[in-house]
């Protein structure tokens, strides 16, 4: 049995739990949102996935639904009047990747993985070409999450996600597992509508209503 055969069955044991587990946390979420402000509680958003194939992520809704639509979050004027109350606890807190769970289970994402770039973000899909690093699963973390985040240029990020398509394993996994929890508590590396940016290109996309 290949490790990627394992890999899988972790995953959806693990999901299958986290649902189980979580689900109070889900439903307390849910309440929140919906007494905070109109609309949807789940945000699907166009990514791509292994083999650069497209797929709908979830996350739970941080934005006003009458936030101007396809726009990055950096390009509106004062971006934080269209984020929620809630929705910036969720971001801070990372607690809006949680129905990424979801994904998971279905198979479009892993736990570990490269995270998955906005269907947009040639130049990252690009980058990580020369790593192989869109052969393999996307996840709801990796090894680029624990070592930078949002503040990475994309260069940095392609090649950390090279770096863990070569290490693959479960020790690796483990790791970066670990390390997640780790920078969650501290909130290392997260800057707000920064999904990274090449050092010619500053130009950053986050997710819209």
């Known amino acids: 049995m290949t490790y990627m055969t394992i890999k899988r069955i972790i995953d959806i044991i693990l999901s299958l739990f986290g649902l189980l587990i979580l689900s109070p946390l889900f439903l307390l979420l849910i309440i929140a949102i919906k007494i905070d402000s109109k609309g949807p509680v789940l945000f699907k958003q166009k990514r791509i996935g292994i083999h650069k194939r497209y797929f709908h992520i979830l996350k739970f809704r941080t934005m006003r639904i009458d936030t101007p639509k396809d726009t990055p979050t950096h390009l509106l004027k004062n971006p934080d009047q ?14 809006d990747e949680l129905p990424q769970i979801i994904n998971i289970l279905k198979g479009d994402m892993s736990i ?23 052969d393999v699963p996307v996840g709801l973390t990796g090894w680029a999450q624990i070592n930078g985040r949002d503040e990475l240029p994309i260069e940095v990020k392609a090649k950390l996600d090279g770096d863990y398509v070569q290490r693959i ?11 997640t ?3 969650i508590f501290k909130s290392d590396g997260v800057v707000e509508g ?3 940016a090449t050092s010619s290109n500053k130009e950053k996309a986050r997710e819209t209503i």
């Open 169 to 179: 394993g479960f020790a690796m996994d483990a790791k970066c597992f670990f390390g």
């Open 82 to 95: 269209w984020i929620t109350k809630v929705g910036r606890f969720l971001r801070k807190t990372s607690l």
């Open 181 to 183: 929890i780790i920078s």
């Open 112 to 134: 570990i993985g490269p995270r998955p770039a906005l269907w947009n973000q040639s130049d990252l899909i690009e980058e990580r070409d020369k790593y192989h690093a869109n």
């Open 194 to 196: 920064g999904t990274g």
